[in-house]
């Protein structure tokens, strides 16, 4: 049974920083992991993916301020999160791709608000 679960949300100024983290339970191997968000009265949308050969896409809306990171050794992964604006309020989901078999998995969600 694999688990991901989220932590580092919580309420921050605009401007400020946050650094979220997924750990992942279970010995599996993840072939992609990234993070998602969804807004209220929104569709969940990318915002980060890493492969395992640390190749990473961003969002546009993202890029030059987020920068993700994994860290293969304890199965975590990492969003650093710079210069959040009220536009980056959204629940936050970790997501994880097996290397093999191809299973997907995500993290229950975790909560970030920008607002002053």
């Known amino acids: 049974q694999v688990h991901l679960v989220e932590s580092g949300g919580g309420l921050v100024q605009p401007g400020g920083s946050l650094r979220l983290s997924c750990a992942a339970s279970?010995?599996?191997?993840?072939?992609?992991m990234g993070w998602y968000r969804q807004a209220p009265g929104k569709q969940r949308e990318l915002v980060a993916v890493?492969?395992?050969?640390?190749?990473?896409i961003y969002a546009d809306s993202v890029k030059g301020r987020f920068t993700i990171a994994r860290d293969n050794g304890k199965n975590t992964l990492y969003l650093q999160m710079n210069m959040l604006s009220p536009e980056d309020t959204a629940d936050y989901y970790c997501?994880?791709?097996?290397?093999?078999?191809?299973?997907?998995?995500w993290g229950q969600g975790t909560q970030i608000t920008v607002s002053s």
């Open positions: 279970g010995s599996i191997l993840f072939k992609v």
């Open positions: 997501y994880a791709r097996a290397l093999l078999g191809g299973n997907s998995y």
């Open positions: 890493i492969s395992s050969e640390d190749s990473t």
